[in-house]
């Protein structure tokens, strides 16, 4: 079955605590990114990799990093998390043909809480 | 840049009524596409319909319409005869067909849906 997949998707921890959020996608998709959902606020795009080894910033990358070493995987990394990172966290991918719109995918979700 | 608003925070309606969910883009980009999303109360984001920026016949599945009409940069999203199952939150996006910003979705603020029996 075509799927992104998010681990964990819950978790709560505490200020300063360095985490790691897993994406990883089975559809051989050369784009990811990753989205943080807010109330009153919609999705806003963190981070994006066009493919392996490329990463670029989105609208709100600041406290966040990421890396794309395999094509499959593109995790999230909070290496000193915030209160004002809890939030509900999406990973998304898509193809990149050059032909028509190619459909972008989300994962389930993970809510994060920074107490 | 991009910009997306759905005004109405939230809406409440009783079973059967027809609602209508709002949504206004702004873009300087001749190509783009317009979706709408579903987030039930699980949380996961459903997919509902895109359309690109060249095509304005609108749409209808079952009890579901959308109306596009680029002259007022819009894209509203009807549901016929609400079921409390439409109770949900709701996402208007946008997306540019290439450029720096290829692949970003930018969404609106959401519309919380509720359907009352």
């Known amino acids: 079955e075509a799927q992104v997949t998010q681990n964990p998707r819950y978790l709560i921890t505490v200020t300063g605590k360095k985490l790691t959020v897993t994406c990883s996608q089975n559809?051989?998709?050369?784009?990811m990114s990753w989205y943080r959902q807010d109330p009153g606020l919609g999705l806003r795009q963190i981070y994006y990799?066009?493919?392996?080894?490329?990463?670029d910033k989105g609208d709100v990358p600041e406290g966040y990093k990421v890396s794309r070493k395999e094509k499959r995987n593109f995790p999230l990394i909070l290496e000193s998390p915030s209160p004002n990172q809890t939030s509900l966290y999406f990973c998304?991918?898509?193809?990149?043909?050059?032909?028509?719109?190619?459909?972008?995918?989300f994962g389930p979700g993970t809510r994060l809480t920074v107490l | 840049a991009q910009k997306v608003t759905q005004a109405q925070t939230e809406i409440s309606v009783v079973e059967k009524e027809d609602v209508t969910l709002d949504c206004v883009y702004e873009?300087?980009?001749?190509?783009?596409?317009l979706f709408w999303y579903k987030q039930p109360p699980s949380g996961e984001l459903v997919f509902l319909i895109r359309?690109?920026?060249?095509?304005?016949q609108n749409e209808i599945s079952g009890r579901y319409s959308w109306n596009f009409q680029k002259s007022t940069s819009s894209f509203n999203f009807t549901i016929t005869a609400s079921q409390v199952v439409d109770s949900a939150v709701y996402f208007c996006?946008?997306?540019?067909?290439?450029?720096?910003?290829?692949?970003?979705?930018?969404f609106g603020q959401g519309t919380i849906l509720t359907v009352h029996p």
């Open positions: 998304a991918s898509k193809n990149t043909g050059t032909s028509g719109y190619n459909e972008q995918f």
């Open positions: 559809m051989n998709h050369e784009y």
């Open positions: 990799s066009m493919n392996v080894e490329v990463t």
């Open positions: 873009t300087r980009d001749t190509t783009y596409y």
């Open positions: 359309r690109n920026s060249f095509d304005e």
């Open positions: 996006a946008l997306t540019l067909a290439g450029g720096t910003s290829y692949g970003k979705l930018t």
